[in-house]
């Protein structure tokens, strides 16, 4: 049975940068699409990024782009999403997810940022942006 566990999370200085890992047990992550979500104070759980891993496409939140860059590794066990000019309002607790769902590419975005899709969450990570 599929199981992730977030890691690297912390506290950061605005400007900085902060890489957080998603790791499965019980499964690899080749038939996934694997989604990164967050739940700053007071507010909903959303969307953040998501990679297929059958076949590497990528989405990105617009406020992140060009900022966060999601990777998986080769072994696909493995998930990453690298954040670089990091702001207050990027605070939150960042969840990794995997879902089953076949997403073509006009759906892609969509269906990639709604919780809904997803049937296993990691336990989140804090990641604190303050100076």
């Known amino acids: 049975q599929l199981q992730l566990v977030e890691s690297g999370g912390g506290l950061v200085q605005p400007g900085g940068s902060l890489s957080v890992s998603c790791v499965a047990s019980?499964?690899?992550?080749?038939?996934?699409?694997i989604g990164w979500f967050r739940q700053g104070p007071g507010k909903e759980r959303e969307g953040v990024s998501c990679i297929t891993n059958v076949d590497g496409r990528i989405v990105y939140k617009d406020d992140v782009k060009g900022r966060f860059t999601i990777s998986r590794d080769s072994a696909k066990i493995m998930v990453t999403l690298q954040m670089n000019d990091l702001k207050p309002e990027d605070t939150a607790v960042y969840y990794c997810?995997?879902?089953?769902?076949?997403?073509?590419?006009?759906?892609?975005?969509?269906?990639?940022?709604?919780?809904?899709?997803?049937?296993?969450w990691g336990q989140g990570t804090q990641v604190t942006v303050s100076s």
């Open positions: 997810a995997a879902g089953t769902f076949a997403a073509p590419g006009y759906l892609l975005r969509r269906l990639c940022m709604s919780r809904a899709e997803y049937e296993v």
């Open positions: 019980g499964s690899t992550l080749e038939h996934y699409v």
